[in-house]
């Protein structure tokens, strides 16, 4: 069975998000951007990727229509046995372009794709082929996004638990806000706070030092720039505090640097940025042989959301990330949403589980 064709589909679906304003740069986003790669075959099936596009998505198009389309076409579609080595080459072939961003984003579609492709030929679940579930269903977490004031971030928090999660996780920078958080959940339930990399070293072991009374799980990239492993190790030594970081860092050797520096005590590889499911498969042993946690970034609702519900399904624990948001509409139906136990379902069906709803793609397709 060979591969025919490789089309990337930019899909956008709006949401609301209440009184949060996520901004990257000086751009307010207030739709889902995705990036679905449809890898097809000469057999007539179809393996479905997925590359991260928040604020590239033309972008990332492109790099999967000049980068990874003519990589892929004809190529024989490997086993699961064989996709680690196919994506080697693949990453070799393409490393004059860089070993991070964009480029890692497009092969990580191209590997999500090829795993979906060989969960359906043999007719099983992704989290068969790569070591068997432990768990149905994973314990999600509310990802509020940006809010600043304090009371609107303590009512969206007591919003969350009212619909059944068991965890928060804010996107602040100040102390009033945590403290905000942690008032309105009460003592028993984690709360993270993630800073997308606003401080240097001493500015976040202070802040580290401040939060304390309000005992987050942990802090998630309070340190300028992300890459900055010494630094990082320095704030969760001096601050306290555990420290999470991973969404930026690309291939399980960004993350060997990461472990070694002793820069975090909890790993969020994003499978949709790291390389796909293969490299996130590397990191999780890397993590458990470092003893650090594995708590994905996953705020995404394509393919790579799919993707990380198996990843962390022959997990032991662990939860996974949800944006809280309103969404019109949702590839898969509901069947992707948080119950009322604050769980979501593991799906069952052979590779990723579900075949995204065509009629959804169409109606936000973006031309």
Same mark, same amino acid.
């Given at each position: 069975?060979?591969?025919?064709?490789?089309?990337?589909?930019?899909?956008?679906?709006?949401?609301?998000?209440?009184?949060?304003?996520?901004?990257?740069?000086?751009?307010?986003?207030?739709?889902?951007?995705?990036?679905?790669?449809?890898?097809?075959?000469?057999?007539?099936?179809?393996?479905?990727?997925?590359?991260?596009?928040?604020? *590239?998505?033309?972008?990332? *198009?492109?790099?999967?229509?000049?980068?990874?389309?003519?990589?892929?076409?004809?190529?024989?579609?490997?086993?699961?046995?064989?996709?680690?080595?196919?994506?080697?080459? =693949?990453?070799?072939?393409?490393?004059?372009?860089?070993?991070?961003?964009?480029?890692?984003?497009?092969?990580?579609?191209?590997? =999500?794709?090829?795993?979906?492709?060989?969960?359906?030929?043999?007719?099983?679940?992704?989290?068969?082929?790569?070591?068997?579930?432990?768990?149905?269903?994973?314990?999600?977490?509310?990802?509020?996004?940006?809010?600043?004031?304090?009371?609107? =971030?303590?009512?969206?928090?007591?919003?969350?638990?009212?619909?059944?999660?068991?965890?928060?996780?804010?996107?602040?920078?100040?102390?009033?806000?945590?403290?905000?958080?942690?008032?309105?959940?009460?003592?028993?339930?984690?709360?993270?706070?993630?800073?997308? *990399?606003?401080?240097?070293?001493?500015?976040?072991?202070?802040?580290?030092?401040?939060?304390?009374?309000?005992?987050?799980?942990?802090?998630?990239?309070?340190?300028?720039?992300?890459?900055?492993?010494?630094?990082?190790?320095?704030?969760?030594?001096?601050?306290?505090?555990? =420290?999470?970081?991973?969404?930026?860092? *690309?291939?399980?050797?960004?993350?060997?640097?990461?472990?070694?520096?002793?820069?975090?005590?909890?790993?969020?590889?994003?499978?949709?940025?790291?390389?796909?499911?293969?490299?996130?498969?590397?990191?999780?042993?890397?993590?458990?042989?470092?003893?650090?946690?594995?708590?994905?970034?996953?705020?995404?609702?394509?393919?790579?959301?799919?993707?990380?519900?198996?990843?962390?399904?022959?997990?032991?624990?662990?939860?996974?990330?949800?944006?809280?948001?309103?969404?019109?509409?949702?590839?898969?139906?509901?069947?992707?949403?948080?119950?009322?136990?604050?769980?979501?379902?593991?799906?069952?069906?052979?590779?990723?589980?579900?075949?995204?709803?065509?009629?959804?793609?169409?109606?936000?397709?973006?031309?």
């Amino acid at each position: 069975m060979k591969i025919t064709d490789v089309r990337a589909h930019h899909i956008r679906i709006p949401y609301d998000a209440g009184p949060a304003s996520f901004r990257q740069g000086a751009s307010a986003i207030s739709a889902l951007d995705m990036v679905l790669v449809e890898v097809s075959t000469d057999a007539g099936l179809t393996g479905w990727g997925d590359a991260f596009a928040y604020v *590239c998505p033309k972008t990332s *198009c492109t790099a999967v229509a000049e980068m990874i389309a003519p990589q892929a076409r004809g190529l024989e579609v490997p086993d699961a046995a064989s996709i680690p080595a196919a994506m080697e080459q =693949i990453q070799r072939n393409l490393h004059l372009f860089g070993r991070y961003g964009i480029t890692m984003f497009a092969i990580s579609a191209l590997d =999500i794709a090829l795993w979906d492709l060989a969960g359906k030929v043999k007719g099983v679940p992704l989290h068969q082929l790569i070591g068997g579930a432990k768990r149905s269903t994973i314990p999600a977490y509310a990802s509020l996004m940006r809010i600043g004031n304090p009371a609107h =971030i303590a009512a969206e928090c007591k919003k969350a638990i009212k619909l059944g999660y068991s965890a928060i996780k804010l996107h602040e920078t100040t102390v009033p806000a945590v403290a905000a958080a942690r008032e309105a959940i009460g003592p028993g339930v984690p709360l993270m706070v993630d800073m997308n *990399c606003p401080l240097d070293g001493p500015a976040a072991i202070q802040f580290a030092r401040d939060c304390k009374q309000a005992a987050p799980l942990f802090l998630e990239e309070p340190v300028w720039p992300p890459e900055d492993f010494a630094t990082l190790a320095e704030v969760r030594r001096e601050g306290r505090l555990n =420290i999470a970081a991973g969404e930026n860092a *690309c291939t399980v050797h960004q993350f060997r640097q990461m472990m070694t520096a002793g820069a975090v005590s909890h790993a969020q590889p994003s499978v949709i940025k790291v390389g796909g499911i293969t490299e996130f498969l590397r990191v999780a042993v890397l993590a458990d042989e470092f003893g650090v946690q594995v708590i994905p970034h996953s705020p995404y609702f394509g393919p790579g959301f799919l993707a990380t519900l198996h990843l962390m399904a022959i997990r032991d624990a662990g939860l996974i990330e949800v944006f809280f948001m309103k969404r019109p509409a949702c590839l898969w139906g509901d069947r992707i949403d948080v119950d009322a136990n604050g769980h979501v379902a593991v799906p069952q069906g052979p590779g990723l589980g579900y075949e995204p709803d065509r009629d959804v793609m169409e109606k936000y397709r973006v031309a």
